[in-house]
């Protein structure tokens, strides 16, 4: 597609599973960040994927939260045992080094 | 990535420019300004970026102070459409940009 795809829009939980949230970036891309949005707020970095290089996890809120690219592209969020206040829009976007485009995100609930 | 400062929120009536200003007094001589907006429930959208000079194109105009640590987003004519949450970041452009960091933005409500 011509856009960041974002899978799945809405996913509902419960408490303790794990989920995958997955970013189709636009291609060409060599850049690629996740963002989470709580209700109300700003967004806060998550993680950022630059080529081949180690991305820069610096915002990962805890070791629950991982994240992969395989092969420059396609990039898996992945929280482990989730909690209540994991509870977010999850924002992927893109870049090939100017702007960002983002995709319109997944909304998770933990219940 | 430099810190951004914008207001919480503004008013803005339909038909009127819009001036939503930011501040970032300690950005780096390779660092853009950014500009995006989020309408409810959407993604954020990219609005305009400049360096020094001032830009302008089919969705917005961009002052950036002399100084560089002080910018103005102007939406010329806002409409009902453009109430959204509109965000200022600061980045360097290029291959190793580095990760992006975005405040809470200021949330713009055009009333009719």
């Known amino acids: 597609g011509a856009g960041v795809s974002q899978s799945p829009s809405n996913k509902v939980t419960e408490k303790g599973k794990d989920v995958e949230l997955r970013c189709d970036p636009i291609?060409?891309?060599?850049?690629l960040y996740w963002y989470r949005q709580s209700l109300g707020q700003g967004l806060e970095f998550l993680i950022y994927?630059?080529?081949?290089?180690?991305?820069?996890k610096s915002g990962l809120p805890s070791d629950r939260f991982s994240a992969e690219r395989t092969g420059g592209s396609v990039s898996t969020l992945t929280i482990q045992r989730t909690q209540q206040e994991d509870s977010a829009v999850y924002l992927c976007?893109?870049?090939?080094?100017?702007?960002?485009?983002f995709g319109e995100g997944s909304r998770l609930t933990v219940l | 990535d430099a810190k951004t400062t914008q207001p919480p929120s503004m008013d803005c009536a339909e038909g009127r420019a819009a001036n939503l200003p930011c501040n970032h007094s300690?950005?780096?001589?390779?660092?853009?300004v950014y500009w995006y907006r989020q309408i409810h429930s959407q993604g954020p959208q990219y609005i305009i970026h400049?360096?020094?000079n001032n830009e302008t194109n089919e969705m917005a105009s961009l002052i950036i102070t002399e100084d560089r640590k002080s910018s103005t987003l102007i939406l010329p004519h806002a409409t009902l459409r453009d109430t959204a949450v509109y965000y200022c970041?600061?980045?360097?452009?290029?291959?190793?940009?580095?990760?992006?960091?975005f405040g809470d933005g200021t949330t713009l409500t055009v009333k009719p």
């Open positions: 976007a893109s870049s090939s080094g100017g702007e960002l485009f």
């Open positions: 291609s060409g891309h060599t850049a």
């Open positions: 994927f630059q080529g081949n290089s180690a991305p820069d």
């Open positions: 970041i600061v980045r360097v452009r290029g291959t190793n940009a580095g990760k992006s960091t």
């Open positions: 300690t950005i780096s001589g390779n660092e853009y």
């Open positions: 400049g360096l020094k």
